[in-house]
Nanobody
Framework: QVQLVESGGGLVQPGGSLRLSCAVSGSVASIYTMAWHRQAPGKQRELVATINSSGVTNYADSVKGRFTISRDKNTVALQMNSLKLEDTAVYYC???????????????WGQGTQVSVSS
């Protein structure tokens, strides 16, 4: 069984910073793409940033220059700077993981962590 556990959400003022972290645990042979998504109230879940196993990153236009995704072994982090009111959302960690002896990889999601930006 594979689990993704997020941490680091909270309440911050506009212009502030937060760092989210996500740890992948369980039966893990390989981790491929890792990513952060978010879902604001009344909106669809959207992709925020991705990082592949080679460290290549991609960002949504709305967060470019403000957010940085990184990974180290079985963890992925999202450094969020210059936060705006519209960054308020539940942030979800995502990873593509292959278990030992498995012939394919599967998608896994964390439970979500709330990020609230408010003055």
């Amino acid at each position: 069984q594979v689990q993704l556990v997020e941490s680091g959400g909270g309440l911050v003022q506009p212009g502030g910073s937060l760092r989210l972290s996500c740890a992948v645990s369980g039966s893990v042979a390989s981790i491929y793409t890792m990513a952060w998504h978010r879902q604001a109230p009344g909106k669809q879940r959207e992709l925020v940033a991705t990082i592949n196993s080679s460290g290549v990153t991609n960002y949504a236009d709305s967060v470019k220059g403000r957010f940085t995704i990184s990974r180290d072994k079985n963890t992925v982090a999202l450094q969020m700077n210059s936060l705006k009111l519209e960054d308020t959302a539940v942030y979800y960690c995502y990873a593509v993981v292959r278990a030992p002896l498995a012939n394919r990889a599967y998608d896994y999601w964390g439970q979500g962590t709330q990020v609230s930006v408010s003055s």
